[in-house]
């Protein structure tokens, strides 16, 4: 089985084999992992742009979120690198230690948000927290982050991973979610209200192997909970 480091390396790779993934019109922003703009936040986008990890951003402390987002248009590439917190969720269903207020990727009120290729595990509070219209999640890990891995407010998700979060795996209104696995979250793997649906995915041991998800699979959706067809 592979690692997460892996995981998001071989999703680099494949992306960057797609035609013109290495022609992008735009210039690429780089982001020094070494950057901290001021307290309780280390990095600050408050311009649009494609902006790009240049390394893992490590938190020291729970109550720290790694990146703000300020802007709306914006592309967030983690280039295959990670976004590591100080929080641990080694026994689930324990409650993860220690919780916090940190994000490792935080939006309030924006518009048009993506965020791909790589990992963000440990956070104090959740993984990614996009209260954003349009968002795109594709090819993200999010692990063992205190509250849970990743909440949306309207958006799509495809081949990515929510594990081992202290609460749900992903949570959302108005979220298409695909190709993804949800696997030892403490609560649902997917929590989805509004217009919500999801097809093509995979949801195991979450919940304490309980209900998987509150929405309703379609037959044809070829959704698995536990290895059987979602209900």
Request: charged share 10%.
């Amino acid at each position: 089985m592979c690692s997460l480091q892996q995981f998001a390396g071989i999703a680099l790779l494949a992306w960057q084999a797609m035609p013109g993934a290495g022609m992008a019109a735009e210039r690429i922003i780089p982001i020094d992992p070494a950057r901290a703009d001021k307290p309780g936040f280390m990095v600050i986008i408050d311009a649009p742009g494609h902006y790009q990890l240049a390394g893992n951003l490590k938190v020291a402390d729970p109550n720290t979120t790694a990146i703000e987002i300020n802007a709306d248009d914006v592309t967030l590439d983690l280039h295959g690198f990670a976004i590591q917190g100080p929080t641990r969720c080694q026994q689930l269903p324990a409650p993860c230690w220690p919780l916090g207020g940190g994000n490792g990727i935080h939006a309030i009120n924006r518009s048009h948000v993506t965020v791909r290729n790589g990992i963000v595990q440990g956070m104090g509070n959740y993984g990614i927290y996009l209260e954003s219209s349009s968002v795109s999640l594709d090819h993200v890990v999010v692990s063992r982050n205190g509250r849970g891995g990743a909440v949306l407010f309207g958006g799509v998700v495809s081949n990515s991973a929510a594990e081992n979060n202290g609460g749900d795996g992903i949570f959302g209104i108005d979220l298409k979610v695909s190709r993804s696995t949800m696997r030892g979250n403490q609560h649902f793997g997917l929590a989805g209200y509004a217009q919500s649906s999801f097809s093509n995915n995979r949801l195991s041991a979450n919940n304490g192997n309980g209900v998987q998800t509150n929405l309703k699979s379609a037959a044809a959706a070829g959704n698995t909970c536990n290895a059987s067809a979602c209900p």
